[in-house]
Structures are given as C-alpha cells and as structure tokens.
C-alpha cells in the first residue's frame, strides 16, 4: 500500500486538480456511477469529540473507501494540533485490499472549497463580479482562493459572527488582488452575486429579505443535523442544488425547509446532473441559485486517489508490504 503523510499533500495537490476531480465524482453520482454510503458520526464522550466515517464507491473512477475522523474541539488551545482531524483509505475495488492512507486535514479543505466552486462555475451568472463572504474561520480563504478562478470577480465583501476575525478574509483578498470591504449582513445580500457561507452556525444570519434576485448562493457550513446559516423561505424562493439529495434534506441546509414543509425532496437537483448537461441548472439572470454543499465521502476519496497518484509519479509516497 502507499502512505502519503499530511507534510507531503500541500506539494502535490493544487486547487485546479481538486476541482477537476470533485467535478467529477459529482457527475459520476448523477450518472448512478458512484455513491456514498450512509455517514457514521458518533459524539464519543471523550475529549468531547465528534468521529465518524465517510465513505463511498466510485464505479467510474475506481474509487472505494472511507474518511475517518472528525472534530475534537480542544486540540488547538490543548495541543497545537488543528481541531479537524482527519485520515482517508482506499481499497482495491477488485480485491478489497487496501491500497492507501492519505492524510486528510489539508484534504478536507480543497475538496470543500473545489465543492463551492463547481457550483459556481455551472450556476452563477456569467457576469458576477461581488464575492461575498459569510465566515472567516479556517475554511474560509480555500473557499475564496477557489471561488476566484471561476468568475471575473472585482470586489469581496464580507461579514462574520465574530467580526475581529475578518481580517482573514482581507488579507485572502490582499493577496488575490481584490478590494476586500467589512459589510452587514443586508448590504452583503444586496450588493454580492455570488454569496459563499461556511460557518459553524446553529442559526439562521443570511435572510430571505437580504437576498437580491440572480444571486448564487454557496451554503458550505451546514453539514451536521441542527446547524443552519440561511434562513429556510430562502430555500422557497431559489433553485435549490446540492451534492447528494439524502444528505441535504437529513444533516444539509435543506433540512429546515424539508421540515417546515416549504420544499420537497423532488424540488432539489444534484449538481452532477447540471454537470452532466441533464439540467439545465439556472434558467434566468433573476433566477437565485443555491448550492447546499453538505461534504460527501467521494470528494474524499476521488482527491485522495489524486494525491496517491501525484504522489507516486513524483517519489514521495512511502511503500509498505501489507
Ligand atoms: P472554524 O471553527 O475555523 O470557523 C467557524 C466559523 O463560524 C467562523 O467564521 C466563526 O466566526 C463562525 N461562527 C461561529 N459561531 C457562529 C454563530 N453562532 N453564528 C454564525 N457564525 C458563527 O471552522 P471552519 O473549519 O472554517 O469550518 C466552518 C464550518 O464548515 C464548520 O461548521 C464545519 O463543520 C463546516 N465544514 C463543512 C464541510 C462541507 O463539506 N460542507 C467541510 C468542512 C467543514
């Protein structure tokens, strides 16, 4: 089997070959080619924890495997170590023999951010040119470096929760290039064409009433039941996209609107098919956009084989005799 180590990943993977390969798999679980299998994630009572797996087969690109870890929310101020933990391993689908171990942690934030950016690519309007951004934490400047590759944006704007950690998005614009401005929540879904959401909230911040028409909007921080960062109606109002339907509607953004009774399971398409050319995905300049990016275990393992294959054309994989 081949080991690629967390050190080695920042290296080998770019933000361009994460994105081809989430925009793959997503095309690939349209086609009926790929799926995840059901999410483990156990609160252990321990370290106050969060673990699980996430895993999955992709027929197409020959991906079977899982991702293991999750959240332990003292390891930062305790250990100096990050607070998501995480480790991906891939099995030979012919043989069932695991092929390799690839840490995770870097991996986990380009493939999230490559997620955000496949629906920016196929569902904003061709000519948006304000990124706003709602988060500043750790996920937060992979989102932006992505989303700015895919339109000609001129301006970012954005809000958080806790505002003294904004200067993270400014400086992610500094070195983009980009005018970065400190706005409310109302001027942030008036004036944004493309809005990115990654935060941990349990509650509603971006409202219907904030939204303007023809507004893509990128809700990347809900993907645990209870956590929400829209406001349910706005689901209503937009078309509603995601990365896999049962993950949406039971830990995504769409579960509160699936609950409150405002939208149906049928009312909300996978990006893949638009990928796939089988939606047509936006239909109008007025038409609101969402993308419901609740992390599947594919984007996991299709960047994994990425890196173990970058890793091996370049020496840097460790060998081991299993
Ligand atoms: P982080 O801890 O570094 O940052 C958390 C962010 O949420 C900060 O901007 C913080 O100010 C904000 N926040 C905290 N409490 C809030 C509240 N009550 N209301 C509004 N905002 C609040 O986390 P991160 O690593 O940047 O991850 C952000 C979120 O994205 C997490 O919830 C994580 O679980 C989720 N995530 C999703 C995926 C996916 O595939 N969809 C992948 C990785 C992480």
Redesign the pocket.
């Known amino acids: 089997m081949h080991i690629v180590p967390e050190s080695v990943i920042s290296d080998l993977i770019t933000p361009e070959a994460a994105f081809d390969a989430v925009e793959q798999v997503f095309a690939a679980m349209a086609a009926k080619d790929a799926y995840n299998f059901p999410v483990v994630r156990e609160a252990i009572g321990h370290e106050d924890a969060l673990y699980g797996f996430k895993g999955g087969f992709d027929s197409a690109g020959g991906s079977l495997g899982l991702k293991a870890g999750g959240?332990w929310p003292h390891n930062l101020e305790k250990r100096g170590l990050i607070?998501?933990q995480s480790t991906v391993f891939l099995f030979d689908p012919d043989t069932g023999k695991v092929s390799a171990m690839v840490g995770g942690n870097l991996l986990?934030a380009l493939r999230?951010a490559a997620?955000s950016s496949v629906s920016i690519k196929h569902l904003a309007r061709k000519d948006s040119e304000v990124l706003g951004m709602i988060?500043?934490?750790?996920?937060?400047v992979f989102q932006m470096k992505a989303a700015v590759k895919h339109r000609d944006f001129k301006k970012v704007i954005g809000w958080?929760?806790?505002p003294e950690?904004l200067s993270r998005l400014a400086d992610c614009a500094a070195e983009l290039g980009l005018p970065f401005e400190e706005v409310d929540l109302p001027t942030l879904g008036r004036d944004a064409d493309v809005i990115i959401s990654?935060?941990?909230?349990?509650?509603p911040?971006l409202m219907d009433a904030h939204v303007s028409p023809g507004t893509h909007i990128a809700c990347?921080?809900t993907?645990?039941k209870g956590?929400q960062e829209v406001e349910a109606a706005l689901l209503k109002r937009a078309r509603v996209f995601t990365d896999e339907v049962a993950q949406s509607i039971s830990i995504g953004e769409a579960q509160h609107a699936i609950a409150e009774g405002l939208i149906e399971e049928s009312d909300i398409t996978e990006i893949g098919a638009v990928i796939n050319g089988s939606h047509p995905g936006r239909t109008s300049d007025e038409d609101i956009t969402l993308f419901d990016?609740?992390?599947v275990g594919l984007q996991d393992l299709a960047t994994a084989a990425k890196v173990v294959e970058l890793a091996v054309e370049k020496g840097v994989a460790l060998e081991v005799d299993f």
């Open positions: 959240y607070n998501h986990t999230t997620a988060g500043a934490g750790h996920q937060s958080n929760y806790h950690m990654i935060t941990s909230s349990f509650d911040t990347m921080g993907d645990t956590k990016g609740t992390g």
